[in-house]
């Protein structure tokens, strides 16, 4: 199948500051990328729907503010997580959208503190 | 919107029995069925799909029924291994709409060797 990588895969960060996470499909063009949101134990929670050259379209409950979505090329698309808080601790997981089936990413844990 | 509804949330058997896991959905305009495979901190993996123009799918150990009339769809994992033990989500799409997944809450198998 095709592969999508995350980076990082990793990251703590003081509560204020903004992080960045990064989405690439390494070998195919991705005209839609998904983010989701994991708790532990619990579902993929779809975050927002990011098109290639489009402004994403978010899911009810998501603030677009704090979550911003940037899917400048067919194979990038970004996450930052702004102003930071505890709360936004989780694991954050893409996924690209190949002919019917969807390519996730290794996910990324984020450690607000 | 699509609400797909996934049971049990934890299920338990012993090595070299049948498991089965339950899903139903709400939208009958879905026609794509993946289920996906997700072991601790790692990315879900696609194990198995199914299409709405077919009611049963195989593949070595592991099958997927889908009942369009009642909206419900089963994964069946036979002759169970410890490596079996993960989490499952299935999930409800429509193809060709940009590919937007409806994931249940997951179940977490444990096989017992």
């Known amino acids: 199948g095709a592969v999508v990588s995350q980076h990082p895969s990793r990251v703590i960060c003081k509560s204020g500051t903004s992080v960045k996470i990064e989405c690439r499909s390494l070998?195919?063009?991705?005209?839609?990328m998904f983010w989701y949101r994991q708790f532990p134990k619990k579902s993929l929670m779809l975050m927002a729907t990011?098109?290639?050259?489009?402004?994403?379209?978010?899911e009810q409950g998501v603030e677009k503010d704090k979550f911003l979505i940037n899917h400048a090329s067919l194979t990038l698309s970004t996450l930052t997580v702004t102003s930071a808080h505890p709360e936004d601790s989780s694991f954050y997981i893409c996924?690209?959208?190949?002919?019917?089936?969807?390519?996730f990413g290794p996910g990324t844990r984020l450690t607000v503190l | 919107g699509e609400n797909v509804e996934q049971h049990p949330s934890t299920l338990s058997v012993q090595e070299g029995d049948s498991a089965v896991i339950k899903c139903t959905y709400s939208?009958?305009?879905?026609?794509?069925f993946p289920w996906y495979k997700q072991e601790l901190g790692k990315r879900p993996q696609l194990i198995i799909d199914?299409?709405?123009?077919?009611g049963e799918k195989k593949d070595q150990r592991i099958a997927v029924t889908l009942n369009k009339t009642a909206k419900h769809f089963s994964l069946h994992i036979t002759e169970t291994q410890p490596e079996d033990s993960a989490v499952y989500f299935c999930?409800?799409?429509?193809?060709?709409?940009?590919?937007?997944?409806?994931f249940g809450t997951g179940t977490s198998l444990t096989v017992i060797p």
């Open positions: 939208d009958s305009a879905s026609n794509y």
């Open positions: 999930a409800a799409s429509i193809e060709n709409t940009g590919n937007q997944f409806y």
């Open positions: 070998d195919f063009q991705a005209t839609t």
């Open positions: 996924s690209a959208s190949g002919r019917d089936e969807q390519f």
């Open positions: 199914i299409r709405s123009n077919v």
């Open positions: 990011s098109n290639e050259g489009s402004k994403a379209t978010y």
